[in-house]
């Protein structure tokens, strides 16, 4: 089994800032009440007045509320760190060893997909709550990305190849390789930081597009780290929805192929053939134009 574990993490700072300011807000609201109410209480003859205000403050109180409660629970699991997604086993098939069932470990209850090179195989499923995973029936041959999302930042990313006996983990900080005795399959784990990674950065990029988008066409300036997309002009009249459902499986996979070759990860800029902006990276993932 051959896995390549490439784990990437946006900053999550503006969630828990967000959390702390509704969390403010709501303090505030709530000191306002008292200053409402113990006012009503020491001047009864104006009680009608108070009462109003009252009411419009427990009701503004409550609309504050649920959200402070999120955005601060959130942010706080934001801090931590993430559980890792990890693959846990490749099964054959009873039947026929050309299928394998794939098994898994990630956050209790996350969103995991899988999905190939060729768009053939492109499947969701839901982690249980102890965090495991299966994905069943898949071809033994190929090669699958796995990828784990929650919120927008696709934090973390897995490729695997079920008949491949050779495993590799890549990590930011450091690169490991094991080796099983029983393959004759060569590999590179130290990617090098040069043309190579460059070459090997774009050609992962071309080869995805031309498989997935081929109506798309990919340029990368490495000097600015700006990967360049021109898509058709018919995309431009698509809604705000649509242009980032259609641009953010390109943008996860920038952020994938880029890890793996040890680069950091581009800016992505998406126009149309006759360009019009379409979209461009955010802080939160895809920030899409009108």
């Given at each position: ?33 008292y200053l409402v109410i113990y ?241 461009r990276s955010g802080i939160l ?6």
């Amino acid at each position: 089994m051959k896995t390549i574990h490439i784990a990437f993490t946006l900053s999550r700072g503006i969630f828990l800032i967000s959390a702390i300011l509704y969390t403010a807000i709501f303090l505030g609201i709530i000191y306002l009440l008292y200053l409402v109410i113990y006012p009503a209480y020491l001047l009864r003859k104006h009680a009608l007045k108070y009462k109003l205000r009252l009411v419009i403050g427990i009701i503004a109180a409550f609309l504050i509320l649920p959200k402070a409660i999120g955005l601060l629970m959130f942010g706080v699991q934001s801090a931590l760190p993430n559980q890792p997604l990890k693959v846990v086993d490749t099964t054959p098939n009873a039947d026929s060893n050309d299928k394998v069932a794939i098994k898994g470990k990630t956050k209790p209850n996350a969103s995991v997909n899988i999905s190939d090179d060729t768009a053939k195989v492109d499947q969701d499923t839901h982690a249980n709550s102890s965090g495991n995973f299966q994905f069943k029936n898949l071809s033994a041959e190929k090669t699958y990305d796995i990828s784990l999302n929650y919120w927008d930042s696709t934090p973390e990313s897995i490729r695997i190849s079920p008949n491949n006996k050779e495993t590799t983990k890549f990590e930011k900080a450091d690169q490991k390789k094991t080796k099983s005795h029983n393959t004759d399959t060569s590999d590179i784990t130290n990617k090098k930081n040069g043309q190579d990674a460059i070459n090997g950065f774009t050609d992962d990029m071309d080869a995805y597009l031309n498989n997935k988008y081929p109506e798309i066409s990919f340029t990368y300036d490495n000097k600015n780290k700006i990967a360049q997309f021109i898509v058709p002009n018919k995309t431009a009249s698509m809604n705000k929805s649509e242009k980032k459902n259609y641009i953010n499986p390109i943008n996860d996979r920038v952020g994938l192929f880029a890890n793996a070759e040890n680069l950091d990860i581009p800016t992505i800029q998406v126009k149309t053939q006759n360009g019009t902006k379409i979209a461009r990276s955010g802080i939160l993932g895809v920030k899409v134009y009108r």
